[in-house]
């Protein structure tokens, strides 16, 4: 069984841990201190060493990213993080926000110029970064010589959205920054070249950000061998968290690669004794996984051999482990659906969200979710065809690679992934004209 770690948690559960006393008393700001004596290339070093893959959703590697940045001869170069933490079913970011914000703004540091940009609706994650913000302002750690030992200008900024999901797509939320409409810009250019007021730009997530401190001090290397899944590329520990139908809902620090199983018996099991009937990996862009599926890796010459045959639920959770299982690793908060929950309510739930959350730009996007959304609403209401039902993966395709961002891919593959493993269930509400669940989603 895979035991809770300590790292970016570290302070978690000390009175008053989001304090800059609390924070210097763990050692806080020492690798602020030593980054600064660092040439930035080594940094960097580090942070590849650290395989830290991106921990917003998409599992970039955070060194190589920071590689791209190029100093530009006239402009300034800013770190914006992400922390519109707007994916359905994850909240792990704002617990560093509220619990250890010096954390997050000690990787900022070793970053650089910095914004946050922090959905509004998080009060108190904004506060309390805020507040961290004006204590280091107070002590002379941030503005034209930090802690009084470079001539090297950094200053941290929070900046509020105003709550869109797409808002957390990077270079919609650079057009947010900037005061524009949210709407995702095309690539290329990206970020690195031209990001926020057209100066070269790294976006990360706020937890990726909130690992750099721990890994220039511990070394990288020896950070990324915290994770089960080292060997593979994907370093280090991270925050998981478990919702949905379980006994306690939490958010856990662990090595990288606990197991689908490990997870929910760490949430107390499924609710009231019930057997689990889907897990949607780590928010709802990522496809549903059931707990009969095997993982297939017949090529012996890969390093994830070793786990082909195995039940996925049993499977350590990493970005490649999951891609391979068809699904994504997406923010490692998983959530957890119970045997007698109507998976044609679930799905219909997540396409209204979609639908509602395209910004309109890409016509595949804007018209396939809402066409998505009402075909699924007819079906559970007991109006539907089996023809509709056909014709959803015909609209998901049309969505898939088609659009300005990967929103479109996010919304329509895991509406693929319901009607493919539930489709009994759909031509059950068709036949039967009615829902067999009577629409239960608890
Ligand atoms: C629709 C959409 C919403 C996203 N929302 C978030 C978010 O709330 N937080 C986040 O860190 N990344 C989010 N991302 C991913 C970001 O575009 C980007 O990849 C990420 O911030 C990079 O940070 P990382 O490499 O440290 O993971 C979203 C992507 C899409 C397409
Ligand atoms: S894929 Fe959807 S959300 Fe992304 S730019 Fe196109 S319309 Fe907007």
Known sequence: MIEPVKHISKNYGIDRSWTLEVYERTRGYQAARKALSMEPAKIIDEMKAANIRGRGGAGFPMGIKWSFMRPHPTKPAYLVVNADEGEPGTHKDRTIMELDPHRLLEGCMIGMYAYIYVRDELHLSKKRLWDAIHELRAKGYLGKRPFGLKDYPLEIHVQTG??????????????????????????????????????????????????????????GAEFSKLSRLHEVGDGGCRLYGVNGHVEKGLVVELPCGPSINELIAMAGGVSKGRKVKGVIPGGSSCPVLTPDEVFHMPDEKSPLHKYHGMKVFDVPMGVDTMRIAGTM??????????????????????????????CGQCTPCREGTGWIERIFEKIETGHGDLGELNEVSDIASNIIGNTICAFGDGAALPMLGFVRKFRKEFEQHVKDKRCPFNGSIL
């Open 329 to 358: 690793l997406g923010t490692c908060c998983i959530t957890v659906i119970a045997e007698g929950t109507c998976m044609v309510r679930a799905a219909h739930n997540l396409a209204r969200f979609y639908k509602h959350e395209s």
């Open 162 to 219: 105003a709550g869109a999901y797409i808002c957390g797509e990077e270079t919609a939320l650079l057009n947010s920054l900037e005061g524009r409409r949210g709407e995702p810009r095309l690539k290329p250019p990206f970020p690195a070249q031209v990001g926020a007021f057209g100066c070269p730009t790294t976006v990360n997530n706020v937890e990726s950000i909130a690992s750099a401190g721990l890994a220039l001090m511990m070394g």
